[in-house]
């Protein structure tokens, strides 16, 4: 067992050594602090790391992320061993679960919307279980840069769209294609409203807490303080927000803009900070008067990931991301769905 570390070990030079003598590819979310994405063999935003794992021979993939995205490479990669240093949630996904999921379809049910007129589509921050859940309803999964192709695509069928589980994607994917939407709470079993009924999108009620941090204050704040200054921001924000913004985009996209602006231009971007931090050198500013820290990104060290090095190195690996075959079944055909799209 992997007992005491020696306190004066040098990490970068440990798991650089491990990293040549072992079969392992190590990959990092953008949000990860600097000292995780400066080592990893490769970085990029979900979906881009569970296909580009699908590239690599690496019997081992050590996940620096969160829980949902450690699942996606698994269900895309089941021959391959997927560890991460740190078995850290994801707020949103945990906002969902199944019994949560049957919740919404009764409360559509109560309200005149059968279960056969529903297109589930739900957002690729969510458990291998609602993927499931989803693939096995003939629904499939989005990314927030394919949100309004897939929706789309799934409004096509003549249903009615149940979004899940981030309510301000969906709700600013509907503004964006000038459709209706609603929230459905789950807490409201009882409730009886023509809303759903009169709505393109239903919005399962789950956000992200680093998202919800940008205000209308802020903007102001900074339109004020510089008059050439573009605002841009994730989709994951709220619609006044999102409404009030230069550019939305995916993380993918809004790296791609930031650095497509002069460098004379100011910028601020509503996202997280440790992306934010190194999009470039100069004239950029995070959206908020407070730091938007994903704590749960963050909670990967270098000492957690030299662990799991070791513990490949003495053939003993833990924290190894297990999905259950049903789930994995049914959750790799809804994001092979949306692959295909």
């Known amino acids: 067992m992997i007992e005491n570390i020696d306190k004066n070990l040098n990490l970068i030079t440990e798991i650089d050594r491990l990293k040549k003598e072992l079969d392992v590819t190590i990959v990092a979310h953008y949000y990860q602090k600097d000292e995780i994405y400066n080592i990893a063999d490769i970085t990029g935003d979900s979906l881009e790391l569970a296909k580009r794992t699908a590239e690599t021979t690496s019997k081992f993939i050590i996940f620096c992320g969160v829980a949902f995205m450690g699942e996606s490479v698994k269900v ?3 021959e391959k061993r997927v560890l991460m240093p740190k078995m850290a949630c994801c707020s949103m996904a945990q906002m969902i679960n199944g019994e949560y999921f049957d919740r919404s379809l ?5 309200n005149g919307i059968q279960k056969s007129d529903i297109f589930p ?6 458990s291998a279980e609602i993927k499931g859940r989803v693939g096995e309803m003939g629904g499939t999964v989005c990314t927030s840069s394919n949100a309004d192709r897939i929706i789309s695509h799934g409004l096509k069928s003549g249903k009615k769209i149940l979004f899940l589980p981030d309510r301000c994607l969906g709700q600013n994917i509907a503004n964006k294609m000038n459709l209706k939407s609603s929230v459905v709470s789950i807490f409201n079993l009882e409730e009886k409203t023509d809303i759903y009924k009169n709505s393109d999108i239903i919005c399962y009620d789950g956000f992200c807490s680093v998202h919800q941090l940008f205000s209308i204050d802020d903007i ?3 339109r004020k303080k ?3 200054i573009k605002i841009a921001v994730h989709p994951e924000c709220d619609p006044e927000i999102v409404n009030s913004a230069d550019f939305v985009g995916s993380t993918s996209q809004l790296i791609k803009y930031v650095n497509s602006l002069p460098l004379e231009i100011p910028v601020a971007v509503g996202t997280e900070y440790n992306l934010v931090n190194r999009m470039r050198e100069k004239n950029i500013y995070v959206l908020s008067a407070t730091k938007p820290q994903c704590p749960t990104m963050n909670e990967t060290t270098l000492l957690d990931l030299y662990r799991t090095l070791k513990s490949i190195e003495l053939n003993e690996p833990f924290y190894e991301v297990q999905v259950d075959k049903e789930s994995s ?3 790799k055909i809804a ?6 799209l």
């Not at 994001?335 to 295909?340: A, K």
């Open 226 to 228: 510089y008059k050439n």
């Open 106 to 110: 009764k409360i559509l049910e109560n």
């Open 335 to 340: 994001l092979e769905r949306m692959l295909e």
């Open 329 to 331: 079944k049914w959750a």
């Open 121 to 126: 589509i739900t957002y690729i921050n969510s």
């Open 220 to 222: 102001n704040f900074y």
């Open 76 to 78: 895309l990669n089941p």
